[in-house]
């Protein structure tokens, strides 16, 4: 059975690793928690949806209280006229 063998650099491929190493040891770093920017835009779209749905049921509710006092004043009218009627029959 073939024993595995390590992986060897050269040189040149050491000073190359190095050299990242070390930009990277000196870019500055950011503190805090990491924020992505997919996640940052979806909760903005989120936030703008809640907005418009909470704005359109308040509309929907004004329009049923609407639609039911429409219905009651009806309902009275209907009843006027038809008391309008029998009383002048």
Same mark, same amino acid.
């Given at each position: 059975?073939?024993? =595995?063998? %390590?992986?060897?650099?050269?040189? =040149?491929?050491?000073?190359? /690793?190095? &050299? !990242? $190493?070390?930009? $990277? +040891?000196?870019?500055?770093? *950011? %503190?805090?928690? *990491?924020?992505? !920017? +997919?996640? @940052?835009?979806? +909760?903005?779209?989120? =936030?703008? /949806?809640? @907005?418009? %749905?909470?704005?359109?049921?308040?509309?929907?509710?004004? +329009? &049923?209280?609407? /639609?039911?006092? &429409?219905?009651?004043?009806? $309902?009275?009218?209907?009843?006027?006229?038809?008391?309008?009627? %029998?009383?002048?029959?």
């Amino acid at each position: 059975m073939p024993r =595995a063998r %390590r992986r060897t650099f050269t040189n =040149a491929d050491k000073r190359r /690793i190095l &050299q !990242a $190493a070390d930009l $990277a +040891a000196f870019a500055p770093q *950011k %503190r805090g928690p *990491k924020v992505d !920017a +997919a996640a @940052r835009v979806d +909760a903005l779209q989120i =936030a703008q /949806i809640t @907005r418009e %749905r909470d704005k359109l049921r308040l509309e929907l509710d004004q +329009a &049923q209280l609407v /639609i039911e006092v &429409q219905k009651k004043v009806t $309902a009275l009218l209907d009843l006027l006229a038809a008391t309008d009627k %029998r009383g002048s029959t």
